[in-house]
């Protein structure tokens, strides 16, 4: 009843080298992907979204991500921080696709 042989020192050799080539690419990997996730901070000025949205036909999350170049999670929380402060107001939309519409400070005082 025969059976796997020994093997020889050089296929021995190649399979330790592979299992060490293995685990540095497993921790390279790992290391990459903790670099990706420290790129994800936004830094957005206030001014320049009040003006994006004064220019906006329609205010949905989708268009203010376009207009100022960022992701829609970012625009759809500066929507709702906005949202939060009154100075927007829901109008439309369903689902979590809402339109928005600018509060006029002259018409609540």
Do not use: C, P, W
């Not at 796997?4 to 293995?22: D, F, P, T, V, Y």
């Not at 996730?37 to 979204?49: L, P």
């Not at 500066?78 to 939309?93: C, D, P, V, Y």
């Amino acid at each position: 009843m025969g059976g796997a042989g020994k093997k020889s020192i050089g296929a021995e050799a190649k399979r330790q080298l592979k299992e060490q080539e293995q685990e540095a690419r497993k921790e390279k990997g790992k290391k990459e992907k903790g670099e990706e996730r420290q790129k994800g901070a936004v830094m957005v000025d206030d001014k320049q979204v009040i003006n994006a949205l004064s220019s906006l036909k329609a205010i949905t999350a989708h268009a203010l991500a376009r207009s100022i170049g960022v992701k829609v999670s970012v625009a759809n929380s500066i929507l709702k921080r906005f949202e939060a402060q009154g100075m927007l107001k829901r109008f439309g939309g369903y689902s979590g696709h809402y339109v928005y519409q600018l509060v006029d400070s002259k018409a609540t005082k």
